[in-house]
Antibody
Framework: EVQLVESGGGLVQPGGSLRLSCTASGFIFSSYSMNWVRQAPGQGLDWVSYISYNRNTIYYADSVKGRFTISRDDAKNSLYLQMNSLRTEDTAVYYC????????????WGQGTLVTVSS | DIQMTQFPSSLSASFGDRVTITCRSSQIITHYLNWFQQKPGEAPRLLIHDVSNLQNGVPSRFSGSGSGTDFTLTINSLQPEDFATYYCQQSYSNPWTFGQGTRVEIK
């Protein structure tokens, strides 16, 4: 089955760190660029970060630049998001999403993992 | 950054109704416009890419149109499973941005 499964979410205090993982199955992970997209409670969707299939291109939203780091391990079919200096406004469900380069869209999403930043 | 504005923010409709959602971008995005559906507690699902191309498995009652800065999503003959929130998204330039969403509720 083609799917993405996120993990690593939880409760963390402001200023803390958390590492999210996304494991892919059912497709050739190394051929796809990947993204993280988040959704604050009751709010809309916000793109967070992108990594190309060959790691040559990485983008971050301004709101997370310098605090979050995206990476991937193709041998493990896994995508990661290292989140440091967390703020209360980072509280959200974090989704990993596959990027179809041909059509420039997020064509496959995981079920999401909840990150809560609170004291 | 390109701003995406959807309207209405919510609407009430009945089974069998035709529903139209509008999305406007703050600058020309040519054909780089996608639509997503999200049901409560679920991940978003890609419905339409590049303005009018239905993703595999999406019912033909969904359609998209538009160009430049103005785009629409139309749902013909609304079905029970269509009650959800719909988001437009531009993939013209990074950072990729989404509209604020349109919630389709049962009248």
């Amino acid at each position: 089955e083609v799917q993405l499964v996120e993990s690593g979410g939880g409760l963390v205090q402001p200023g803390g760190s958390l590492r999210l993982s996304c494991t892919a199955s059912g497709f050739i992970f190394s051929s796809y660029s990947m993204n993280w997209v988040r959704q604050a409670p009751g709010q809309g969707l916000d793109w967070v970060s992108y990594i190309s299939y060959n790691r040559n291109t990485i983008y971050y939203a301004d709101s997370v630049k310098g605090r979050f780091t995206i990476s991937r391990d193709d041998a493990k079919n896994s995508l990661y998001l290292q989140m440091n200096s967390l703020r209360t406004e980072d509280t959200a469900v974090y989704y990993c999403a596959r990027f179809d380069i041909l059509t420039s869209n997020f064509d496959l999403w995981g079920q999401g993992t909840l990150v809560t930043v609170s004291s | 950054d390109i701003q995406m504005t959807q309207f209405p923010s919510s609407l009430s409709a009945s089974f069998g109704d035709r529903v139209t959602i509008t999305c406007r971008s703050s600058q020309i995005i040519t054909h780089y416009l996608n639509w997503f559906q999200q049901k409560p507690g679920e991940a978003p699902r890609l419905l339409i890419h590049d303005v009018s191309n239905l993703q595999n498995g999406v019912p033909s009652r969904f359609s998209g149109s538009g160009s430049g800065t103005d785009f629409t999503l139309t749902i013909n003959s609304l079905q029970p499973e269509d009650f959800a929130t719909y988001y437009c998204q531009q993939s013209y330039s990074n950072p990729w941005t989404f509209g604020q969403g349109t919630r389709v509720e049962i009248k």
